[in-house]
């Protein structure tokens, strides 16, 4: 093996031109890349394994076609070949004219390019051109080694399509975020003089005699009820895009809620002369009774609306682990194409209009039932016939029985009734001089003792000549750059205790909620309406 002293023997006279011409053989065979070899005028002279593989064809089928026969596309390169012959004045070898033009040495020149297979199909490649030079740099031909781009090209695609969806979403959630602001806004400025009526036509009432006067003011009080509920669903859909919605779940009878629908919505169906059917249940569901009751209105509210004759209906029954509640209707119906857009934002179907005593409506009703069911998990699914009618369903888990409890429900006092907390002092602050006058003169009405503020500094200055009240009603936004909040914390401060605060807000943050909690403060969204204010100062 090894020589005299000790070093490998040299190679034979030749030996070094043999193994060169195996290293070569073995790069040209071994390599990944398609390697095509043609002579000056373009003819194929060989082609290595990889090119074979890659283009369905065998050596023999390739070797001796030039090159733009069957592997490249020939409108480009004959278009390119005519102007690069007008040009330079000479013939450039085919198969090479877009990418050898005056031929260096030692210079490749590289482009994407796309190859033919056998089968026809196609693929990308990326494809270097070298000239081969011979004595007297005469032009032996040309080498062309080729990287396949399929996989490159599909991870752009991907990476393209990845960032337009990435795009897409941040303009949904721009328009998202914008729409949620100019709701809240909206509803914001809407609230203020709508609070003030409510309170306004509360206090009215013990003052309103005779048939006629009485009337007017039931139909005052059914359209401010009217727009309260526009408001609030305006609310509802600001609030339940900031996140600040949270379910309270727990087991309880759904026959409760039922009652409560029946009550509530039978007159309104006698009024459109409709039939109206609740069947009873006795099951027990896991839920939150709040949010589930305003998915079932606002399904019932729409099959009011779209109902000119017939019937609706809600009934309930055990399905796979469920109660299924449904709610069904003889109305317009929904188109198959439609059934979907339903539940998006002031989507209103068109037969709004022509249902008699049917009100148009802002169309988001359905997007509200769609949140909640999320946020609840509860499914909700619909079945319509245009022409026939529509059944919504939602799916509600089955609860335990024993873990259930009747809650007492608070009844609103009538108009004329003497409060049982009458005499207590109550401290109203509200910057709106037309709001804080209304307040205060329909807590005085149900028999509290009020001393009223317009700004915090007016406040604390009341309390100088006064005895602490007892409850403390504010708005959260205060003229004076202060806030309800604020106020709060001051008066614990001055050691202004005991007491209940309630915080009166169109602010649906759920950092508010969180400070408000931490005071023991409740909080009422505006417009609030005279039994819910009355409720909260009985402490209920």
């Not at 990944?32 to 090119?51: F, K, Q, Y």
């Not at 401060?493 to 409740?522: K, Y």
Request: charged share 25%; net charge negative.
């Amino acid at each position: 093996m090894g020589g005299d002293d000790g070093h490998l023997p040299l190679p034979e006279p030749g030996a070094g031109e043999e193994r060169e011409r195996a290293i070569r053989k073995a790069i040209f065979d071994g390599a990944s890349h398609l390697i095509i070899a043609t002579d000056a005028t373009g003819t194929i002279i060989d082609v290595n394994p990889a090119a074979e593989r890659a283009l369905g064809y065998r050596r023999d089928e390739l070797v001796g076609l030039c090159t733009p026969i069957r592997l490249h596309d020939m409108s480009e390169i004959a278009a390119e070949a005519e102007r690069l012959s007008a040009e330079l004045g000479e013939r450039i070898p085919p198969g090479f004219e877009v990418f050898v033009a005056r031929p260096r040495r030692g210079h490749p020149t590289e482009r994407e390019w796309t190859y033919l297979r056998k089968d026809g199909s196609r693929f990308p490649v990326l494809l270097g051109v070298s000239p081969l030079y011979g004595k007297g740099d005469e032009l032996l031909g040309f080498v062309g080694v080729s990287t396949d781009l399929t996989e490159r090209k599909a991870h752009e695609r991907a990476v393209i399509a990845a960032e337009a969806e990435a795009l897409a979403r941040k303009e949904a959630e721009r328009a998202n975020d914008a729409k949620t602001r100019f709701l809240a806004a909206a509803s914001h400025d809407l609230r203020q003089p709508l609070q003030s009526a409510l309170l306004f036509a509360a206090a009215l009432a013990p003052h309103v005699a005779g048939p006629r006067g009485r009337e007017v003011l039931g139909s005052l009080d059914r359209s401010l009820e009217s727009l309260r509920t526009l408001l609030d669903r305006l609310l509802d859909i600001s609030k339940l895009d900031a996140g600040v919605v949270k379910p309270v779940v727990a087991a309880f009878p759904i026959g409760r809620l039922l009652d409560e629908l029946d009550v509530a919505y039978a007159p309104r169906a006698a009024f459109k002369g409709l039939a109206w059917r609740v069947t009873p249940a006795a099951t027990t569901v896991r839920s939150d009774p709040d949010l589930l009751g305003r998915i079932l209105r606002n399904l019932i509210e729409n099959a009011l609306r779209y109902t000119a004759q017939g019937v609706v209906e809600v009934n309930a029954r055990t399905e796979g682990g469920a109660l299924l509640i449904e709610v069904r209707d003889t109305g317009a119906g929904i188109a198959e194409d439609s059934q979907e857009a339903i539940f998006q934002e002031f989507h209103r179907i068109g037969t709004a209009d022509t249902v008699p005593g049917g009100d148009k409506g802002l169309g988001l009703g359905l997007a509200i039932v769609r949140r909640l069911s999320h946020l609840l998990d509860h499914p909700v699914t619909v079945r319509s016939t245009p022409g026939a009618g529509s059944v919504f369903a939602v799916r509600v888990p089955l609860g335990d029985a024993s873990a259930a409890h009747q809650a007492p429900q608070p009844v609103p006092a009538a108009p004329g009734e003497a409060p049982a907390a009458s005499g207590k002092r109550v401290l109203v602050v509200d910057d709106d001089p037309l709001l804080c006058t209304a307040l205060s003169s329909m807590i005085r009405h149900w028999g509290y003792e009020v001393v009223d503020a317009g700004s915090r500094a007016e406040a604390e200055a009341k309390l100088d000549a006064v005895p602490p009240p007892e409850l403390v009603v504010t708005d959260y936004r205060l003229g004076d750059g202060t806030t309800g909040i604020d106020l709060l914390a001051a008066l614990a401060r001055r050691g202004v205790t005991p007491m209940r605060g309630i915080l009166l807000t169109g602010e649906t943050g759920s950092a508010l909620l969180d400070e408000a909690r931490s005071l023991g403060c409740a909080v009422l969204h505006k417009p609030v309406a005279p039994p819910a204010l009355r409720q909260a100062l009985a402490g209920n």
